[in-house]
């Protein structure tokens, strides 16, 4: 009877590893030491915290006292809540499928111009909003959005009286979704043109031979191709648009009324305005949960429209 080999520990296995590669295997542990602490410290315990004052009656000052699931239950009868919900909906709606479109519109077209240097130069016009500071965009569109602003000015010209967009009720999110379009698309340009880079030139050659028109070319060769960065494309302002804050805090403070108050605002009114901690804990846990659902069913869909065999 052959006899069965004998079992390692993590501790016999240590002691067999040469000299020289504990060593370096010291090296690397102390090298990624600093990361993990500083992904520890910053990121992994605030969760931890988060979930835990989520169940308590914190206010910031005062003294926490466990209430159990209580916060989650007054959440899910609050109406601000829920009108908040809607709203961060209805701008997903508006701002997410826009915002794909156009950067993909924008990169198709500045792929196609044949001067490599106005190619350059869009590139860097489409994304200095990106790298300018949200606030001061933000603040400058204020102006431009006013009664008498320049937007309202070039509707004029055109003979269009156009609304009090941050001032009314039924425009605000859609001019707090164009200002987020114009802002967050330079990063979608520059993932689709890295894309459309990868394409093979010669697949739009045979297309051209067998008489295939542009809107063709672009329906079964470009489309197909760049389908997984309309995936991660669509999946990053999915993300930022559930998250939505700056730009609603500026443009509009959540007004008028409550008519523009998105989830991660009321969720900072909450916490820093009325100083319930444990209730605005509840209410971004709750965030988290819709926030991780959508990503799966995304995640889950995408076998039927993501083509990564042609990658």
Do not use: C
Request: aromatic letters at 10%.
């Amino acid at each position: 009877m052959q006899a069965s080999p004998p079992i390692l520990t993590p501790a016999l296995k240590w002691a067999r590893v040469s000299p020289m590669r504990r060593q370096e295997t010291l090296l690397a542990l102390l090298l990624i030491l600093p990361s993990t602490l500083g992904i520890v410290v910053f990121a992994v315990l605030p969760i931890v915290a988060s979930l835990g004052i989520s169940l308590t009656d914190w206010g910031g000052l005062s003294r926490p006292n466990f209430v159990g699931l209580q916060n989650y239950a007054t959440a899910l009868q609050d109406s601000r809540a829920t009108s908040a919900l809607s709203h961060t909906l209805i701008y997903v709606l508006l701002a997410v499928p826009t915002g794909v479109a156009i950067s993909m519109t924008l990169a198709v077209w500045i792929n196609n111009l044949r001067a490599g240097w106005l190619r350059a130069v869009f590139r860097t016009v489409y994304y200095l909003p990106m790298v300018t500071i949200g606030v001061a965009v933000a603040l400058l569109w204020q102006v431009l959005l006013a009664p008498q602003g320049v937007v309202n000015l070039i509707l004029g010209w055109l003979g269009v009286h156009g609304p009090n967009w941050l001032g009314s009720p039924q425009w605000v999110l859609p001019a707090v979704a164009v200002f987020s379009v114009w802002q967050g698309s330079g990063q979608g340009i520059i993932l689709f043109l890295a894309s459309l880079a990868s394409v093979p030139k010669d697949l739009y050659e045979a297309a051209q031979l067998d008489g295939a028109r542009p809107w063709e070319a672009f329906r079964f060769i470009t489309l197909p191709m760049v389908s997984p960065t309309v995936f991660l494309v669509l999946v990053l302002s999915l993300i930022g648009a559930l998250q939505v804050f700056e730009a609603v805090l500026v443009l509009s403070n959540g007004g008028p009324g409550d008519s523009s108050t998105t989830v991660a605002l009321y969720i900072y009114k909450t916490a820093f305005t009325f100083f319930k901690m444990g209730y605005a804990s509840a209410l971004a846990w709750l965030l988290s949960v819709i926030l991780i659902a959508l990503m799966v069913v995304q995640w889950r869909t995408q076998n039927r429209w993501v083509n990564y065999d042609q990658v």
